[in-house]
Every structure is written in C-alpha cells, then in structure tokens.
C-alpha cells in the first residue's frame, strides 16, 4: 500500500494584490508560477474577512474554475467559501469571516491563476469596491512529484 504525499503552500489574497477586471466583479489572483506544473490542486479557504455595505446578509466567494467534487444548481463555476456577518463596524458597514470551514476542492490541471467572483447569498454580484477591505488566505497542496526510481511512499 502507498500514501500519496502533498507539498502544502498558502497564498495570500487581498483587495491590493487581486487584479479586477473593468466592471470590478471579476478579481484574478496568481496563486504562484510553480503551480502550473501540477496535475491536480486541492484548494482549501483557511481564512476570510470582508467589509460590506447594509443589506448584505452573506458574501459567497466563487471561482470560475470548477471543481471536480463540487456541484451546485447555479452551473457557475465553484463556491469556495461564504462570509457571514459577523458585527456592525459603523453606520452602514458590517464586518464578515469565514462561516464555518470551507470545503477542500479538487482542481485538475493548470491553476497558475484562479479569477474570483463575489456575490450576495441572494446570487447577486457585488464589485471588489464594495467589500474593500477583504482579505483571504488559501491553502493548495500539491502531490509531490515523483522521482524516476521512488515511484511510491510507503506507510512505515
């Protein structure tokens, strides 16, 4: 019997470091240039903060990519975590983390760059401008690769 090995790396994401696109829906973040070169990518939110205007109950954060053990009604891409309000921080402003722990989703192929979309829990799309600040931390774990004479690793 073999155990698959992975190699675990976290990637920073926040509203300084994610690209939007013209309209502000769409953000496009570069998780690392190493990442490309693996056949398949577990993505895992560890963290999430936002700041969000009144009126929004929950922040769902989605990717356009789609994960190989994710389905959902909507057919848009993959949910990979949602913000709930969290407390009031002024007039008209609330605070939102990371609601319970998000799911662990398999990605195949090239995930140099994953493109975010943020929305209401009501599927209604929310601009980067609109929950600035936000801040997401993201783990990737990679297989290891393998080396031309240690195919497998064994359990001790």
Known sequence: MYTMAYVERYVY??????????????????LGYGSQSHPETFLEVI????????G?????????NTADN?????????????????????T?????????????????GNMQKITLTLETSE??????????PFSLIVKLSYPVPLIADKRTFFDE
């Open 123 to 132: 599927g209604l799309p929310l601009n980067l401008a609109q929950i600035a």
């Open 47 to 54: 963290s999430g903060t936002a700041r969000c205007t009144d």
């Open 70 to 90: 994710y389905s959902s009604p909507d057919m848009r891409g993959t949910t990979i975590a949602v913000m709930q309000q969290s407390f009031v921080a002024g």
């Open 92 to 108: 008209g402003i609330n605070n939102f983390v990371l609601s319970g722990s998000a799911p662990k989703l398999l990605f195949n």
């Open 13 to 30: 994401i926040n509203e300084v470091n994610a690209v939007s696109n013209a309209t502000g829906t769409e953000v496009s973040v570069v």
């Open 56 to 64: 929004v109950s929950a922040i769902a954060v989605k990717t356009t």
